[in-house]
């Protein structure tokens, strides 16, 4: 998976230039549940993969997502 691409998805969705794996998603960038899951939405399209609710509940940090998708 591509960190950058997923930095980008997230820098896009929230008008930012620039962001880190150690952001917290609700906090850092004011983003609810409805906003990570179409964040999460986008990154599964970009990269072809499906994340699952157990998983996509434990999400916190933009680096969730990355290391989520690098397996």
Same mark, same amino acid.
């Not at 930012?16 to 409805?34: F, H, K, P, Q, R």
């Given at each position: 998976?591509?960190?950058?691409?997923?930095?980008? @998805? !997230?820098?896009?969705? !929230? +008008? %930012?230039? /620039? *962001?880190?794996?150690?952001? $917290?998603?609700? &906090?850092?960038?004011?983003?609810?549940?409805?906003?990570? %899951?179409?964040? $999460?939405?986008? *990154?599964? &399209? &970009?990269?072809? *993969?499906?994340?699952?609710? &157990? /998983? %996509?509940?434990?999400?916190? /940090? @933009?680096?969730?997502? $990355?290391?989520?998708?690098? +397996?």
């Amino acid at each position: 998976m591509n960190e950058q691409r997923i930095h980008e @998805i !997230f820098m896009e969705k !929230f +008008g %930012l230039e /620039t *962001v880190s794996n150690d952001m $917290v998603i609700a &906090e850092d960038l004011g983003a609810d549940s409805i906003a990570l %899951l179409e964040i $999460v939405m986008d *990154v599964e &399209e &970009e990269f072809d *993969v499906e994340i699952d609710d &157990e /998983t %996509l509940s434990n999400i916190k /940090t @933009i680096g969730d997502v $990355v290391n989520y998708f690098k +397996g």
